[in-house]
């Protein structure tokens, strides 16, 4: 017999918020751990910023992060188009892992780096596919003998999305050379443009530009389609942002 009834409500306090290399949804990898080179800090908020509820977290390698699609429309239909599925066959909204979903819950698996208790708390991730801002609603450790399954079945999506070579123009090289971490920037925007950001219905035969922020620097981007019938995604310029 239930015991809740169907209609209850429940709130949820973040209990702290991400800063990340990504400032826009623009160019976030669809999975966690697919660009490693990726930073963020969870920045814990009051009354959780105390050292003792992590303590024991650095023991761990990697989390589970409960958070907030923030940036998604709290408006959600029962069918999605997932960008695996070429952004026009449906699916149903509990079988995907869109951003457009009741309550607007998501789940990220993130690798811990450092745990800092010096002045608050702030967690030190990577691999994380979170957008500046985002609010967080829980932490749970990771443990592989319990969640790592490599038999499970994966549906629509059996293996990691293709990742294209990328190049880089002239000035997209300068730019890269002049920057303070210029060799770690170059590793992110490799991970992040390899994947081809672009939405799902602009992936065949669209030669357009293409722009998007990380960390510090506006990208401009171009998806070439080579003699051999290859795609190569190509780095036109940097800029620093404003």
């Not at 490599?150 to 999506?157: E, I, M, N, Q, T």
């Not at 992936?203 to 290859?230: E, V």
């Amino acid at each position: 017999m239930r015991d809740t009834p169907i209609n209850e409500s429940f709130t949820l306090t973040p209990i702290g918020y991400i800063e990340s290399d990504y400032p826009d949804k623009f160019g976030v990898p669809r999975q966690p751990g697919l660009a490693t080179a990726a930073k963020a800090t969870l920045v814990l908020a009051p009354p959780f910023n105390t050292p003792l509820c992590v303590r024991g977290l650095e023991t761990f390698s990697h989390l589970w992060l409960s958070f907030i699609f923030h940036r998604s429309p709290q408006e959600w239909t029962p069918l999605v188009r997932p960008p695996r599925l070429g952004g026009n066959k449906k699916t149903g909204v509990f079988a995907s892992r869109s951003t457009h979903r009741p309550n607007r819950l998501g789940l990220s698996l993130v690798e811990l780096i450092n745990v800092n208790t010096q002045d608050g708390v702030r967690l030190l991730l990577k691999g994380a596919d979170l957008v500046t801002g985002t609010p967080v609603v829980d932490i749970k450790p990771y443990l592989p003998w319990a969640e790592a399954l490599p038999d499970a079945r994966s549906g629509f999506a059996p293996a990691p999305p293709p990742f294209y070579p990328v190049e880089f123009s002239m000035a997209a090289e300068s730019a890269l050379h002049a920057h303070a971490d210029g060799d770690n920037l170059r590793s992110l925007i490799t991970q992040v443009i390899g994947q081809d950001p672009r939405p799902a219905y602009h992936q065949t035969g669209s030669t357009r530009d293409y722009g998007m922020q990380l960390r510090d620097i506006n990208i401009r981007f171009q998806a070439q389609k080579m003699s051999n019938d290859s795609t190569v995604m190509y780095i036109t310029d940097i800029q620093k942002a404003t």
